[in-house]
């Protein structure tokens, strides 16, 4: 079976999401101990619903993570659900697993910008990327105040409308491009 491109791309992006997984779960578990299903909606709530985790991926991520003493499971019997909560390991594991991230993110937009730039595509590849430290403060930096986390967010938010202008600005050297290519046929 030959697939569209639009299906790949999608199935990469699942595929991606499942490894975000775990991350996302450690995530949810700095806020503090949460049950599977509560765990579920944050995750949600704090990726703004780009992971939408479900039970049959949780759970054995869950697992997974508890067996290799990055959680701790304890069933309550009086709420007849088990809650999780993360350990020091497990505090340690997602702020090294972070700073991966971050590096592969880095080095992936570098790499990605520079050919679209070669591709004419975009203009130069110097654009510095204003998300990472506002992640960073929302990620790992427990003790932040508010007003820290709020000047983060304006950071975060300030930089997306920015990438929207970079996306348009994209878009229409794609348009060109494509112009110019159907002229030389």
């Known amino acids: 079976m030959i697939l569209e491109s639009e299906e790949i791309a999608s199935l990469w992006s699942r595929q991606m999401q499942k490894g975000y997984l775990k991350l996302a779960a450690l995530f949810a ?13 944050l995750i949600k709530e704090l990726t703004l619903g780009v992971i939408t ?16 003493g990055i959680i701790k499971g ?7 659900k088990k809650v999780y909560e993360i350990t020091d390991k497990g505090k340690d594991v997602f702020k090294k697993a972070v700073e991966k991230h ?7 937009r570098n790499w990605i910008s520079k050919e679209l730039a070669e591709l004419k595509i975009i203009e130069g590849v110097d654009q510095p990327l204003g ?29 997306f409308q920015r990438l929207a202008i970079l996306f348009n600005e994209m878009t229409s050297h794609i348009d060109d491009r494509i112009k110019e290519l159907k002229s030389d046929e």
């Open 131 to 159: 998300v990472m430290p506002a992640i960073r403060v929302l990620l790992l930096n427990e003790e932040a105040s508010i007003k820290e986390k709020i000047e983060a967010l304006e950071r975060l938010k300030a930089e």
């Open 29 to 41: 578990l700095t806020r503090g101990p949460l049950h599977g299903y509560k765990m579920m909606k």
């Open 102 to 108: 971050f590096e592969l993110v880095s080095f992936t």
């Open 53 to 68: 985790p479900t039970t049959g991926g949780l759970y054995p991520a869950l697992k997974e993570l508890e067996e290799e």
């Open 74 to 80: 304890e069933w309550r019997a009086e709420e007849r």
